[in-house]
């Protein structure tokens, strides 16, 4: 194939060159037929795939908080709340209840406003720590867990955040819904990685990355054992 082309290898500079163009050809065809060694076959297959996460429906995998393990969370220090062994915090300041595990960590999925209310409505038909008034939290009633003295790490694809609400409540989400409507198609939501409102569409396939905390005023237990 090659015996017409005369290539002067006696000459030191057309030499070097000719060779290092055969070293980059090596390099280049090595890695595609290269035959793994036993060690690096066992490697790939116990290393995870992200797109098979089957944690995460809706991401495709992508979301750090489910592919990488949940950042560690410290305790709470603050007289205000109080973790009860039934998974909800009773908040002393405003004399409410909250359920700890918001509904992505329970069904692994965000909501819309529309699907947080029919969520609202399964927890209170199972009785959920024995009580039936769980319902959404009103945004005064959200903004006031933010504390930008807390901070709990909240990852999302590439990206580390940091949401600024007490540990007691663990690895919480960013985003949540709040009861109040915005107009017809709109309701709010609440930000705790900055601590703002904000307006959403309520339903169709926009979520938001927006989920649930339920609530329930405290003294609301005895009525629901009625």
Sequence with gaps: MFENTAVPVENPVLRRLLMAVLAAAVVWVSPAYAEETPAEKSTAASSPDPKKDKADYEFGGQILTLTEPPPEVGPSDNPRFQANPDGTITDLKLNLIWIKVDSYQAEKKWMNWDQGHAYIKKLNQQKFAGADQWRLPT???????????????????????????DPVFGNSHCCYWTSESYNNKMAWGFNFIRGQAYPSLKGGHTKSLTVIRAVRDADEKAASNQ
């Design 139 to 165: 945004r005064k009633e959200l903004s006031s867990l933010y504390d930008e003295t807390k901070s709990v790490p909240w990852n999302y694809y590439w990206t580390k955040n940091e949401v600024h609400i």
